[in-house]
């Protein structure tokens, strides 16, 4: 169906807490990304994956951590939440091979840190 | 510092009306272009992908151009309507592969009105 699915779509947390956002895709994507959006900015990459185990930093990973166990599920958790912490979070999918073929995202998982 | 600039920062177009928006970039190799259309609230959708060093595309009321020496590009919508209302995103990738960068515009909020 080539869809990339985040869960939940909504999360608030307080200060410390833990914090588990979870991508789908059912197209097969190796490659599988961590994005978060912040008003006035563009999009600033976390974490890439490219493939299950192979994970390796954006330009933010401070505070962030992933899992890819599967290939087609991608979480970031966030242990401890922090104020700043509170953005539009985006997960997207694409070939390893093909960034100029397709590439996927999912609605964004708004996460509120009070 | 950033390295995609999009223009204007916001457009407020009557549904019919043709409209421009910029993209200047400074990044380094600049792969391709891509354009992205996101609705409030929603993820990024694809509208095209820029190559050529000079490319043109054309997507139905969208066409796009990329000038690589220019290190600029054009996204063209044709009698715009009120569905058009969303932000656009301008991004380039500095490889052809998920082993390179993509480099995210702030966006340029385009509201069509009635």
């Known amino acids: 169906d080539m869809k990339v699915t985040q869960m939940p779509r909504y999360l608030i947390k307080r200060m410390g807490e833990n914090v588990l956002l979870e991508c789908g895709q059912d197209?097969?994507?190796?490659?599988m990304y961590w994005y978060r959006q912040d008003p006035g900015l563009g999009l600033q990459l976390i974490y890439i994956?490219?493939?299950?185990?192979?994970?390796s930093e954006g330009d933010i990973p401070k505070g962030y951590r992933v899992s890819r166990k599967k290939r087609e599920h991608f979480s970031l958790i966030l242990d401890s939440a922090k104020t700043n912490q509170t953005s539009v979070y985006f997960c997207?999918?694409?070939?390893?091979?093909?960034?100029?073929?397709?590439?996927?995202f999912g609605e964004g998982s708004k996460l509120t840190v009070l | 510092k950033t390295q995609v600039e999009q223009s204007p920062q916001s457009l407020v177009v009557r549904q019919g009306e043709n409209c421009v928006l910029q993209?200047?970039?400074?990044?380094?190799?600049?792969?391709?272009l891509r354009w992205f259309k996101q609705d409030t609230g929603k993820g990024l959708v694809s509208l095209t992908v820029?190559?050529?060093?000079?490319d043109k595309t054309s997507n139905g009321r969208y066409s796009a151009t990329l000038d690589k020496d220019a290190k600029h590009s054009t996204l063209h919508i044709t009698a715009t309507l009120l569905d058009d209302t969303a932000t656009y995103i301008c991004?380039?990738?500095?490889?052809?592969?998920?082993?390179?960068?993509?480099?995210f515009g702030a966006g340029t909020q385009l509201i069509v009105i009635p």
């Open positions: 997207a999918s694409s070939f390893t091979g093909g960034h100029t073929g397709q590439l996927y």
């Open positions: 197209m097969s994507h190796e490659t």
């Open positions: 994956s490219y493939d299950v185990d192979s994970n």
């Open positions: 993209c200047n970039y400074s990044v380094t190799p600049d792969n391709h």
């Open positions: 820029l190559v050529d060093q000079k």
């Open positions: 991004v380039v990738g500095d490889r052809g592969s998920a082993l390179g960068r993509l480099h």
